[in-house]
């Protein structure tokens, strides 16, 4: 049987320091620790391994702004994610059992090079205020990802950009429906057979280095101009996730 990828000390190392690079730029644009950590794991690690440790360690971090925020958390945002992240994780359970390893890199990538193009052009100016009923279609889109590709952030933090609310109830907003979306996406795949003593391994190997490269990018933070940075993001997160496309390809 060929040994699973992931599983020896060295490519643990590699691993944790592509959760390092993540945590430090989720510490310091304030999102997408798993969007940067994912593609540069998966040449170490098993699709079927990358995703359910990623569901854990992201989990662990978002449970920590939580937390933090939680007093300036606005329900009613989170309700509607509540109620759609159900089907999101229903409806994902029968589909990815279709879907090969490949075309999941591949959609990964696909969707990681549209997502900094959304990002790159979005319009920068007024903000739009949308309705509290799209929380239902962002948390069913979340619950989505994060069951195909461990991430589940771009639907919700969209959805509340957008929600008129202040700074802090964002954060807490944010880290409410990432803990929900995140407790459905690890009990199914708990309940799938998925959580292996390997991804355990994973997890436990990388959740000290993304905690410490998200603290490490909240202090240095308050040096960076955050609009500038934010494009440079987005430009290689599209670089990325080409990449991963043109590997799939290849």
Do not use: H
């Amino acid at each position: 049987m060929r040994p699973e990828k992931g599983s020896g000390m060295t490519e643990l190392i590699l691993i944790s320091l592509g959760w390092f690079a993540g945590g430090f730029i989720n510490g310091v644009a304030g999102f997408g620790a798993a969007m940067i950590a994912m593609p540069l794991i998966t040449p170490f690690i098993d699709f079927s391994i990358a995703v359910p440790s990623c569901t854990l360690i992201v989990l662990t971090l978002n449970c920590q702004v939580g937390w933090t925020f939680r007093k300036y958390i606005e329900w009613e945002y989170v309700r509607g994610i509540f109620i759609g992240a159900i089907p999101g994780v229903v409806l994902s359970i029968f589909v990815l059992e279709y879907i090969s390893e490949r075309y999941l890199k591949a959609g990964m990538g696909a969707f990681i090079a549209c997502y900094a193009v959304w990002g790159l052009c979005m319009d920068r100016g007024g903000v739009q205020i949308i309705g509290k009923a799209w929380g239902y279609l962002a948390g069913m889109l979340s619950s989505a990802l994060g069951m195909a590709f461990g991430f589940n952030g771009p639907p919700l933090a969209a959805y509340i950009a957008y929600s008129g609310c202040p700074a802090k109830a964002v954060k807490g907003i944010l880290g409410a429906g990432f803990i929900i979306t995140g407790v459905f996406i690890v009990g199914a795949k708990a309940a799938n057979g998925q959580m292996t003593s390997t991804v355990l391994v994973t997890y436990a190997a990388a959740t000290p280095a993304v905690i410490a490269g998200s603290k490490l990018g909240i202090w240095l933070s308050a040096s960076f101009n955050e609009k500038s940075y934010r494009k440079i993001l987005f430009l290689g997160l599209a670089v990325m996730g080409l990449s991963i496309i043109w590997s799939v390809l290849r």
